[in-house]
């Protein structure tokens, strides 16, 4: 790997793809993001979005091809076809590299706001108890949430429970963050202040995005590209301007014809 490749490419998926049993649900797909690039993946239900979004996670291994954060393989074939991880030290620093946000906020409900947050720069980055706070209540406050440090997860609204999901993966500073369908289990009324979180980061960061959404207008605002994905494949990529205004395959078209 040369010294461009690296500045070039946050995250690439070569020729990835992956089955449960029979069922291959990703075909073979290449995508890479460049640092700072957001990056919107749309497509219908079941298409495989997440399990892209978890593959970089770790949370789910491919059943082939290569992907690799930061330059460093996380995922790769042998040529004896057997499929490894990248080995713990550098799948530690890799990890630390992507956040993931998830649909069911997945916040410690015996944690109060604060704690959610504190915990991973304590346990993982090792910092110390009050500087672990201090950053924790920082990134709380970005999200709008500084009146909110005490209180537990059940106290909270929806919106607010994914904002402290929000700030718990900021606090890490990774270089890119996978966004799951964050609005997905929201009350519509509470959609939009989630997505002008993630638009302000989006406006300030040089962090890399992968939004998986099936919100359009949010997509069209925040992305630089947008991937639109079906049956496991990429069928049409561009600027948001193209993909929405111009779309040349019927696929695209029947989708985007189900938002207007
Ligand atoms: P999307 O995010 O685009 O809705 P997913 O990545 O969630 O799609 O799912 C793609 C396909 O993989 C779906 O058909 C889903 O049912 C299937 N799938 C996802 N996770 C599992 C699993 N753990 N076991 C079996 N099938 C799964």
Redesign the pocket.
């Known amino acids: 790997m040369n010294a461009l490749s690296q500045t070039s490419t946050i995250v690439k998926y070569s020729q990835v793809k992956k089955s449960?049993?029979d069922?291959e649900?990703i075909k073979g797909i290449d995508l890479s993001i460049a640092p700072g690039e957001k990056v919107a993946l749309i497509?219908?239900?079941?298409?495989?979005?997440?399990?892209?979004g978890r593959m970089l996670m770790t949370l789910e291994e491919p059943t082939g091809g290569t992907i690799q954060v930061d330059g460093q393989l996380l995922w790769h074939e042998e040529k004896n076809g057997r499929f490894v991880r990248a080995g713990e030290k550098h799948l530690h620093r890799m990890r630390e590299r992507i956040g993931m946000v998830f649909q069911h906020f997945n916040l410690f409900p015996h944690m109060n706001v604060l704690d959610n947050v504190a915990s991973a720069p304590r346990k993982v980055l090792k910092l110390h108890k009050r500087e672990a706070k201090e950053r924790a209540e920082a990134m709380l406050a970005k999200v709008g949430l500084a009146d909110k440090i005490d209180v537990y997860p059940s106290q909270l609204s929806g919106g607010q429970k994914q904002r402290v999901a929000i700030a718990r993966a900021l606090v890490m500073n990774p270089k890119v963050m996978v966004f799951d369908?964050v609005t997905s289990a929201l009350d519509p009324e509470l959609v939009g202040e989630v997505l002008e979180v993630i638009k302000d980061i989006a406006r300030q960061g040089d962090m890399a995005m992968m939004l998986?959404t099936h919100e359009m207008d949010f997509a069209r605002d925040v992305a630089d590209r947008v991937v639109f994905?079906a049956d496991g494949r990429i069928v049409e990529e561009g600027p948001p301007k193209e993909i929405f205004e111009n779309p040349k395959s019927d696929r695209l078209q029947s989708f985007l014809g189900r938002f207007r």
Request: avoid cysteine; hydrophobic fraction near 25%; aromatic fraction near 6%.
């Open positions: 449960y049993g069922l649900v497509g219908p239900s079941g298409s495989g979005k997440t399990t892209l369908e998986i994905g």
